[in-house]
């Protein structure tokens, strides 16, 4: 979107940013929000991983290894991430619906649901509730 774009005085776009993303929390958002959207492009959407492609645990391992310390409540941000991914979808498909552009989905129908049910899950079974 045009909105997330800066550009320069020549009218050259020069950086691309997300501000609706950006916020001062702890480093295990931005890991669980990665490893969401990760898990929804490979077992969430029956794609097998590359050669050579880090699994889950070994994108937590590396982060670590730069974060320099075990990331901490993990299963808790999953649930954040997969949750502000479902509602941004709803809001999503509602603003396409009254763009008139109804078959690019719907929030009644909302695929990253899913993803939000295998967190709360994992969640539960380690007595995070």
Not at 2 to 27: H, R, Y
Request: proline share 3%; aromatic share 10%.
């Amino acid at each position: 979107r045009i909105q997330n774009m800066i550009f320069d005085d020549k009218g050259t776009c020069q950086s691309i940013v997300d501000w609706e993303g950006a916020a001062i929390l702890p480093p295990e958002v931005d890991l669980a929000w990665w490893l969401g959207v990760d898990h929804f492009v490979h077992e969430g959407s029956g794609v097998d991983r590359l050669a050579g492609e880090l699994t889950l645990s070994e994108q937590v391992s590396w982060y670590e290894a730069q974060l320099g310390r075990s990331v901490r409540n993990l299963p808790y941000y999953r649930v954040f991430a997969a949750f502000r991914t479902v509602a941004l979808m709803i809001s999503t498909y509602d603003r396409l619906e009254a763009m008139g552009i109804s078959d690019a989905g719907s929030a009644a129908d909302n695929p990253f649901e899913a993803i939000l049910v295998e967190a709360l899950d994992l969640a539960s079974e380690i007595g995070i509730e």
